[in-house]
């Protein structure tokens, strides 16, 4: 058995990279096991851009974290030396009755952040690269921007790294048991032992954590890159962060074209079929350009030139499509972050604090008490 840590964080994803640097700054023993490479492309933590926000429609309550997170980011940013984070502001299309457009404007009234509504003409005189139903309006916002997933991951593990932390890569864990002693984590490799574990096992996170009694359920999503028949007109500096509601239960949303990224990027936000992450195809399949064609077709007509990739990313998602942050229920010396539902990554930085909280003193002030097991009757 290898020497005694005080942390042991099996996943170094998103999540598992920001809580090992935020346990290793705190100044801990810090060990990460990640079944693949570090940082690797089979989760959710990849794409060049990842959609950050202040006006969060899907619960009011993010509100609060999301403005540490940005906090956070900053700080991440400074202690790298690299971009991060780049705020374009967004602009939000929809029916007036849609969730995006009134999820948005109850979390902006709530929280006093600042926007501005938008009618149909100065959505077309703003944005005219985007032709949109009579009946859409519009909501645009100042914070708005994306993250680059790649940068923050090796950011995250670089500065847990440079401070004593072990990451290590292709090192899958095979078991785990708890006392009120510590734990022990047997690996492919080693076995180890250390006072607390924290799970951030993304799509693989059920199969870590047999005894959660959450049922997880994991999908692939497409995203895509096409060469606009403009391209100068979709560049970043011209272009916000957009997100189109159309009622069908998803969302589509895209980004400007980054000088170091070739295409315009959009995807569709709508949990698709579930898959094991294990045996999912991650190559184009028929039907995945279809997620976001017709909508360049009809809507961007501009945008819509030759395709130039078509990538995939696992979504892990919980029964009711919210965040998972808490101690086990039978293990209070575990600590749990999982069931992100394509929704999480521009939380990591917060979330990497949440986390570091919990493994050391199995509570945290931030505030996620919506987001704990009791709503599932477990805790």
Not at 6 to 14: E, F, H, L, W, Y
Request: with cysteine; charged share 20%; proline share 6%.
């Amino acid at each position: 058995m290898s020497d005694r840590f005080d942390v042991i964080v099996v996943g170094v994803g998103t999540m598992g990279s920001a809580t090992a640097y935020q346990l290793a700054r705190r100044g801990l023993r810090v060990l990460g096991l990640e079944q693949f490479d570090i940082p690797h492309t089979r989760g959710a933590g990849h794409g060049f851009s990842r959609v950050i926000r202040m006006a969060y429609w899907e619960h009011i309550d993010y509100v609060p974290l999301l403005r540490r997170a940005y906090e956070a980011w900053r700080e991440i940013e400074a202690d790298s030396g690299q971009a991060i984070m780049h705020i374009t502001g967004g602009v939000y299309y929809g029916r007036p009755d849609s969730e995006l457009i009134t999820g948005s404007l109850r979390a902006q009234r709530e929280h006093n952040i600042a926007h501005e509504q938008l009618s149909h003409r100065q959505l077309e005189e703003r944005y005219p690269m985007f032709r949109t139903p009579k009946d859409y309006v519009g909501m645009y916002e100042d914070a708005v921007g994306f993250i680059v997933p790649e940068q923050s991951i090796a950011s995250y593990c670089i500065g847990a790294l440079s401070r004593g932390a072990e990451l290590h890569g292709h090192e899958p864990v095979l078991s785990w048991s708890s006392t009120a002693e510590g734990v022990t984590v047997r690996t492919a490799k080693a076995e180890y032992s250390a006072r607390k574990l924290v799970f951030s096992g993304g799509a693989w996170s059920d199969r870590l954590i047999t005894d959660l009694g959450v049922k997880l359920v994991v999908s692939r999503q497409v995203l895509g890159w096409v060469w606009p028949k403009r391209p100068e007109i979709f560049q970043y500096g011209k272009l916000p962060v957009w997100m189109m509601d159309h009622g069908t239960g998803g969302v589509h949303y895209g980004f400007p074209m980054m000088p170091n990224v070739p295409g315009f990027k959009l995807a569709y936000h709508k949990v698709a079929d579930a898959v094991n992450p294990d045996r999912v195809n991650r190559d184009p399949m028929p039907g995945d350009e279809e997620t976001f064609r017709p909508l360049l077709r009809k809507m961007i007509p501009d945008a819509d030139g030759p395709t130039l990739a078509i990538r995939t990313c696992l979504y892990t998602n919980s029964p009711d499509g919210h965040f998972i942050l808490d101690t086990h229920p039978r293990h209070p010396n575990v600590a749990i972050a999982c069931g992100f539902s394509g929704h999480g990554f521009k939380f990591a930085s917060v979330i990497g604090e949440i986390m570091a909280d919990l493994a050391m003193h199995g509570r945290t002030d931030l505030p996620i008490g919506f987001l704990g097991l009791n709503r599932f009757g477990l805790k």
